[in-house]
């Protein structure tokens, strides 16, 4: 699969929220299998609108209303894959996830496997998550450790609108469930973690341009977003830009990789990139206990163990709920990632 | 290998998604909702049977007639204390949400959520209450805080996050959480206290206390599993639990038929797992206040749990990030059939010569002038944002009941 | 702050925990079945509502009378090639199940479960429906793949974990998956298919094809979230597929009120979600195959889902792992007032003119015979835990669509 | 809290089931607010006969059958522990948590956290884990990992009778939600990862003795189960046993050590270790992709960076769902961790 199978020579500025959209528009026309549901995405077009102007263009058979049933959502999801079709479900927010937990673990991500290949269940859910946005305790979490736990899941994260619709097209068109999460905080503009200075919207923003038609980015590969001697920070979603910020900000030659596929992951270019620096950290919003970035570092030690010059530090949140009124303190903004960077650096 | 006997090529399948009667720019044709003249509906002994309450369960128990009267076997003893204590509670709910809603407004705080038009529900449940028992309600039961008198300020505090905020900045604005009041911490996700409810209420049977629980939930969210488990658990242990569903025709965008209610009513399912069951006009203060004692003795006179479908409009937006408009006619609230709660209570209380429109507007501009003290009160303690607000400390405090290791070497990375 | 106006000071509460009528030693008083007379319960036009089928949940469906005739409305045309193959399948099924629980006596296998006193549902539903129908059935229903004549030497070859088992080693014996005999991978994990049933049923309404689904489910495992995902998405939708709740009274080791049985039925909770519901005698084939004719035609017609609560009983015990003589009265079964489904058919059958006693008998051991040789095939091929085994590296396929270099390199680790 | 706070002067030989009912009788016994229930527990006591008895002697208030809805359970649980009492909800299978994974995440984890402390949720969830019997993908599992990532729950395994009893008496008094993971391979006797050689029944087994009365075993402490120079093994639950086979089969001076309380850890104990034998072999069945094994990685990776001489090596399940007929090629046995060992400290 090449990085991009461009079909269409227009390109056009859009927001992350844009380029899902017509990610899902642009499938939608292509295969008639492709549906997409869930809670308001209907005749409303979704809480964070990913889906609006869909039913009105594909009618209520391919994009309809879901009654408040995360597992039902993730059950009919996967008996329609089994039928044939392409269910892309919207769970309305990461952190309500956990109903459907069963059906995905038990169900989506074996169903492969434990029929020999007889039944599949290609089907993507997508989901908004992480903090950023005031959203407390239950509209900010970040899930994806409890995914990449689990053997026949594919878990994803774009970055930018760019990748968020190359990405799930090529979720869409995968074979394997692919657990799709969407960093809210990106959907209208990146955000570099300085919450108390003006965000860029997409519009404004030089990363912006997307092509209109169909193209894929691929599902086993990272993108390395700054490249960098000092020291690697392996991340994804909206600590992307975090990690640009601090090593702008710190004057710090770090390399950025923005996994993108966090599982299955793209360990070549994590291990290249490590053994070119010898230094490494590992970013991201959720809890750090058995978070992804344990197996990151887990990984990065036992691949790179003889190239490392100092310990691979977690940034992380905090392991606490994500809390409302101290939702900057929980964020692992720049200055913590630069302090790492300094750490890592000393050593 | 053909089993089949069918011989006909059958037509095409398609898939039904229902739709609400109107959508923006057209007007609802609420002939959907089936209704019951006030006091048609007959009131059955505290032992009755799950099977025998199922006509109750598509009929509407409703005890204010169109005049203002109270009439029919629901309309039971209701002293006038407790109808000028529900009228009060009412009014004060209504412009407590009015003037914080203007604050989230002002970015004064995140979020909010009003529960304009529902008001004589929480307020009627729990005025029918004891002290000791135990309310698990959704975001859209401040009625029950302002009914029980618990600090307004403190109340504000939270929905701005503030250094006062008595739940620490942890919780987004609105999720209270009052033990005292019998008000259990409200969840973000939805339905899951539900149940919990019943397990509470079966806690109290257990000890054979006498404590009995409420548990809520809506329209929209009674699809969730969890509602399913609390109808079962209540049912097998005969809980005693009230189990309160508030159909106000929507969940954010979605009509009430997404959730299951085209051609059945949520009040139904309560009686086929056994459990007697009601659908009462939700408007109507007083049929909440009798339908609630009903329930509440029934469980108190360990006769299990009740369900009870409460037929309501939520008048407003979801929540401070809607935009109702975009899905259904504007004025749809106007056209409701069951009216609003607080004027159908006035009337009746004019009636009955307990009120009149003067003292209704002079309670009303006493309430706002109180609830704007309380603000400015409130405010004195900070805004979301602003640096007068809880301690990053706090965000390590309480996840665990002693703070293990991790989180102090956490802690003292933050350098808190 | 009191308020309440109840005045009593109440009985302290006390949880109710059901209880079968009998234990070990007792003799089960199974009057709180409520039965029907054969032909007594009306059949209804295929585009009744619900609410009208409220009736037909807590009556039974009953086609064969105590002299084995064919009685009533449901006693609908039935083809004699069709009773002939239930007849076969049904006792295939049992003397299928009757070798193979000897053969994980003989510790030839981990793990067996027969549906021993069930074989009409899995039987006569099969005949009702169409190839291209597909089923999500529980563990206990090896009856479809009987029906549907899939090889047993296969199905043991599944059961025994072999060299040659279909599912290569990968699933606890019998959670077989045959696409083409319309049979789902079953799911060790209850219920969860239950809801995936609908969503393929959804499926092919949206892509307006005819295919109709059936979901299982016992009664033990209604209490699942899933189960209630199942209706309201079933209702809400319309979508094509019978759900069916075999009520077998026991869940392991917990009687049927346990499950939220009490004073109720599985076939009400149907009805109250907006869906047509039967409770129907599952003892007997031929009410079997006309009430599942009934919903199979409804799917098809695009009238939605039926829900049929199936009373029966689970003659054996739960799984090759369970002693049911620690939780209930050794003969129950044999006092189960629906008696046996196989005498029920075969008393038919002979009344019918289509069988008669030697015949029984002659079919039986041909099918052990039959049954024998299979086994003997299928054991050439290996048994659990024998090296003659399905490879480790078959343990690293099919988790993904193509296997990721992680997997790759943990089965170079292994060497495999 | 001390080891051990002896009351009772007699001990008994008892299976792991028999120490883990004592356990439960001592504290029904003892606290009028601790009720058993969950499918099967009550009249019949339970699929591997945990609570058998318990009903009988407490009547049917204090122990009594759940429905099939482990989502039931867990939210029943959740309320009766708000209410005052504390629960021992049995989960029947570890495979079967799922559907009650919302109630634990969002709900009994964060209910003193969201609440300021003024409701609790002090229960214990017990269930059976691993693999072993034959149990196929849906009755071996071994889900840690997904709790310990969870801020605001304890997550403890225990491996020997002894433990079992002291650590889920411990768990019943603590005031914080406890998984309580039973390695159901253990239940009957330790085995030690040979699955073709006999198995000591706890009868039999030098390790069996079980004080009858009451006692706990700290939840913040590691055992050492056998002291050694070479190489740190750190594990849990039915690995524990094959740790200490593979030590014994290769004759290697490996320090083995039960972390019984998964999160929090005694990450002391741990690092001491490591850093007195400079090399590390974490060691589980459940799968390996952010296994509990990556934090522990991790950590030992942050705090003994400069005392390690090898990369940390894991030794856990495949990445694959645990399947029946290779359940001994996919149970990480003594071999492998002989293998680990061996490259460990040829390193
Ligand atoms: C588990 C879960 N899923 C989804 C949501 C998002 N959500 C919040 S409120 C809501 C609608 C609820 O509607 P209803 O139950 O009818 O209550 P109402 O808002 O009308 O009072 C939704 C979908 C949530 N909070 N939790
Ligand atoms: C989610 C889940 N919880 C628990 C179990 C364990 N379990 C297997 S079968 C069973 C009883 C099911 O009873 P019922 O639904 O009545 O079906 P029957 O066995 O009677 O056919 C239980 C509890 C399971 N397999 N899955
Ligand atoms: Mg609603
Ligand atoms: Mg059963």
Chains 1, 4 share one sequence.
Not at chain 1, 193 to 206: E, N
Not at chain 1, 210 to 221: A, T
Not at chain 2, 54 to 72: E, H, I, S, Y
Not at chain 2, 76 to 86: E, F, K, P, Y
């Amino acid at each position: 699969m090449s990085e991009t199978e461009l079909q269409s020579t227009g390109s056009a500025p859009m927001t992350m929220i844009q380029a899902l959209r017509s990610a899902m528009d642009v499938m939608l026309e292509r295969d008639d299998n492709v549906v997409i549901f869930g809670e308001d995405v209907g005749y409303f077009g979704g809480v964070f609108r990913c889906t609006d102007g869909l039913q009105a263009k594909y009618g209520k058979q391919r994009v309809f209303d879901a009654p408040i049933s995360e597992s039902g959502i993730a059950g009919a999801a996967i008996g329609m894959a089994a039928y044939g079709l392409r269910p892309v479900a919207e769970i309305q927010f990461a952190d309500y996830i956990y109903p459907a937990y069963d059906q995905i673990v038990s169900e989506a991500a074996r169903l492969r496997y434990r029929s020999n290949g007889m039944f599949t269940s290609p089907l993507v859910f997508r989901t908004p998550c992480g903090g950023g946005i005031y959203g407390g305790q239950t509209h900010s979490q970040s899930p994806e450790a409890i995914f990449a736990h689990v053997a026949g899941l594919r878990t994803v994260m774009p970055s930018n609108p760019y990748d968020a619709k190359g990405l799930l097209i090529a979720s869409i068109e995968n074979d394997d469930p692919v657990i799709f999460l969407e960093p809210k905080r990106l959907y209208n503009g990146p955000f570099d973690g300085h919450h108390d200075r003006p965000v860029v919207a997409w519009s404004k923003h030089a990363d912006n341009l997307v092509p209109e038609g169909y193209y894929s980015v691929p599902l086993d590969k990272a993108a390395i977003v700054r490249e960098g001697q000092a020291v690697t920070i392996l991340t994804y979603g909206t600590t992307v830009w975090v990690a640009q910020a601090a090593a702008e900000d710190a004057g710090i030659d770090a390399e950025v990789i923005d996994l993108r596929s966090l599982w299955p992951l793209d360990l070549e270019t994590i291990v290249a990139s490590v053994k070119k620096t010898g230094r490494c950290i590992v970013l991201h919003e959720a809890t750090r206990t058995c978070g992804f970035g344990a197996e990151l570092v887990a990984l990065v030690q036992e691949h790179c163990f003889y190239h490392l010059e100092a310990p691979v530090e977690r940034v992380t949140g905090w392991d606490t709920p994500y809390p409302h009124a101290q939702e900057w303190d929980y964020f692992p903004g720049p200055a913590r990632v630069i302090d790492a960077m300094h750490r890592v650096l000393e050593d | 290998m053909s089993t089949s006997q069918t011989p006909a090529t059958p037509a095409p399948l398609r898939l039904h998604v229902p739709e609400p009667s109107a959508r923006p720019g057209q007007a609802t044709d609420f002939s959907y909702l089936q209704l019951s003249p006030a006091g048609a509906v007959d009131k059955p002994a505290l032992d009755v049977t799950a099977g025998q309450t199922a006509p109750l369960t598509t009929q509407l128990v409703r005890v204010l007639d169109d005049n203002g009267d109270a009439v029919g076997p629901w309309a039971a003893d209701i002293d006038d204390a407790v109808l000028l204590r529900a009228m009060h509670a009412m009014l004060k709910t209504r412009a407590f949400d009015a003037r914080m809603l203007i604050a989230q407004r002002q970015k004064k705080t995140s979020f909010y959520i009003q529960c304009l038009g529902e008001e004589a529900i929480a307020v009627g449940q729990t005025l029918a209450l004891r002290d000791g028992d135990m309310q698990f309600p959704t975001y859209r039961q401040q009625g029950i805080l302002i009914t029980k008198e618990v600090s307004l300020v403190e109340m504000m505090c939270q929905v701005l996050s503030n250094a006062a905020d008595p739940l620490k900045g942890r919780q987004l604005p609105i999720m209270y959480s009052y033990k005292d009041a019998g008000f259990f911490s409200i969840s973000g996700n939805l339905t899951t206290q539900y149940i919990q409810a019943v397990g509470w209420a079966m806690a109290s049977a257990i000890k054979g206390d006498t404590k009995i629980a409420t548990a809520w939930v809506g329209d929209g969210a009674t699809a969730e599993g969890d509602f399913h488990a609390a109808l079962v658990f209540a049912h097998v242990y005969h809980a005693p639990v009230i189990l309160n569903v508030v159909n106000n025709q929507w969940a954010i965008s979605t009509f009430q038929a997404i959730a299951g209610g085209e051609n059945t009513t949520f009040a139904a399912r309560g009686a086929a797992y056994g459990i007697p069951s009601l659908r009462v006009d939700g408007n109507d203060l007083l049929a909440v206040y009798a339908a609630s004692r009903w329930a509440a003795e029934r469980a108190r006179s360990n006769l299990g749990s009740t369900l009870i479908e409460w037929v309501t409009y939520r008048a407003g937006p979801h929540s401070t990030s809607d935009d109702p408009s975009k899905y259904r006619p504007a004025d749809d609230a106007q056209h409701f059939p069951l009216g609003d709660p607080i004027e159908r209570l006035k009337r009746h209380l004019i009636k009955r010569g307990l009120w009149s429109e003067e003292q209704h507007e002079q309670v009303r501009s006493e309430l706002d002038a109180e609830i704007s003290r309380a603000l400015k009160e409130a405010e004195s303690h900070g805004l979301l944002g602003s640096d007068n607000r809880p301690g990053a400390a706090d965000m390590f405090n309480d996840v665990y009941k002693d703070m293990p290791d991790h989180l102090r070497r956490q802690r003292q990375q933050l350098g808190v």
